[in-house]
């Protein structure tokens, strides 16, 4: 398990009063929009009165997170650019949400994107897809977490179960205090403070590089370390149809992928859409999302950018010690970046630790289980305390799977392998929604666990060798499986038509 650097830490104090005003300005963030959470609306939906541009830089910043700062270098570091691929297809997937998902929520005015599974199928469909929320998020999101407290662990020189701990318990009191108003413009700037450093150290890199960006594209570039595309094996290779099962960077595989599971990403997973759901109109949430892949296209640049070029350092430096690829930027920061710079940096990270989907999974809980469910017509103040709770709750099991996770390397594609087994799924089902009149709630929960469980099991087998499958398939299989089988199963265990035709797209929608 990744510990940092024992007992050691390469900080100074003026790294040390970076990152205390970058958090001075995060408690004061936190602080103006605690007295505003009067009820759920207030603490889910902000009132729906976040500013657009607000809200895409949100959306920005919880797409890339630690992920992003600590993996996307480390994967142009030991391998190539070929991540790329997948933005295109992810691109291509904000404007399918933007223009069929985001009319259907604003349609039927959903505080959670699955109160819109629930309206158009039933009760059972609206609970297994908060279900699958839950674990697929929880999941993911304590493999982002443990990469930004890897990264400062190793800065700061601290065990990681005291790393985790503290941002753990930071979060929890941010974001129970302020809601989802204060999760915005936390991110808003987190983002920013994301693309500044991001960019101002890749400046720095290319100024410690004999040769600097030329030097970059040749030694980086011989290597192989600035491929974009991977065009597949040759049709009739002996290979061919192993290579297609099992390379998820080919490029159609790549951009199929993207479109397929970043759809999945954006459309059913309720910590995004969430931000998109805090702005006043519909028009407003498609402007946000269509917006974004300029902003995560720059990101990305600057983020290989630093990959290739710590590829070229170290190349350069070859006596100097080399961690392995996870931990090649955080170690580049603490032992070669100069004071200020390296707090910069390090604030970018322990706001990426701080952001987490702790009010989002609150919503979900409280406004598809509690509420209908659990505890039915108690007063918002009720409501509103539960949140907070959940909050807790939520916070407490996050911290337990980040500090799992800290035994896993290559925790890019841990993310989506993880996402792969329930993203098809959740897509399959809402695409039935969204896209049929088909009536099916039992059927629905069938097919979505049944399909669940096949791609668990594929990738249990593909992990171990046992198949050769790649798990970028995984999305893929699930949603045709989910739609096929929810279709198929229709008739015989949902005898009553679904509680509501499809939405009026738009209609009465500004």
Known sequence: MPTGV??????????????????????????????EQRDTVDFFLARRRVPWWAACLSFLATEISAVTI?????????????????????????????????PAFYAYNCTTIYEFLGYRFGRATQFTGSIFFFVTRLLGSGVRLMAACLAVSILIGWPMAPT???????????????????????????????????????????????GGLGAVLAVAGEAGRLSLINWGP???????????????????????NGLVGSTAAFGTDHDLMQRLLTVETRRQSQRTL?????????????????????????AQHPNLPVPRPDDIFPHFIAFAMPAVLRGLMLSAIVL????????????????DIYRPTLV??????????????????????????????????????????IAGVTFGSLLGVFLLGLLSTRAANRANVVAMVTMALVNLVLLILSETGALPLGWSWL????????????????????????????????????
């Open 6 to 35: 024992p007992g050691s830490s390469s900080l100074t104090w003026p790294d040390y009063a970076v990152l205390s005003l970058v958090l001075a300005c995060l408690i004061a963030i936190g602080v103006r929009f605690t007295r």
């Open 70 to 102: 600590i993996s996307v270098p480390a994967t142009a570091y030991s391998e190539n650019w070929q991540y790329f691929q997948f933005f295109v297809g992810s691109s291509l997937a904000k404007f399918a949400v933007a223009f069929l998902f985001i």
């Open 164 to 210: 985790i701990a503290l941002f753990s318990a930071v979060s929890i009191l941010y974001i129970a205090a302020g809601g989802v108003k204060a999760v915005v413009w936390t991110n808003v700037f987190q983002a920013l403070t994301f693309l500044v450093a991001g960019a101002v150290t890749l400046g720095f890199l290319l100024a410690q590089i004999e």
């Open 234 to 256: 040759a049709p009739g290779a002996p290979d061919f149809w192993t290579r297609i099962l099992t390379d998820p960077n080919i490029v159609w595989l790549a951009v199929l």
């Open 290 to 314: 269509a917006l974004t892949p300029l902003g995560t296209l720059v990101t990305l640049i600057i983020y290989l950018g630093l990959g290739a070029g710590l590829y070229t350092y170290y």
């Open 352 to 367: 990426a630790s701080i952001d987490s989907p702790l009010g989002s999974l609150a919503a979900s809980f409280v406004t």
């Open 376 to 417: 039915k017509g108690a007063t918002e103040h009720h409501y509103l305390l539960v949140a907070r709770l959940s909050v807790i709750a939520f916070g407490l099991i996050l911290a337990l799977l980040a500090y799992g996770f800290s035994f896993f390397d290559k925790i890019l594609w841990l993310a989506f392998k």
């Open 475 to 510: 999305v893929i299989w699930g949603t045709a499986g989910t739609i096929l089988l929810a279709w198929f199963l229709g008739p015989w265990l949902d005898a009553t038509p679904s509680p509501s035709p499809l939405p009026p797209w738009g209609r009465g929608q500004r």
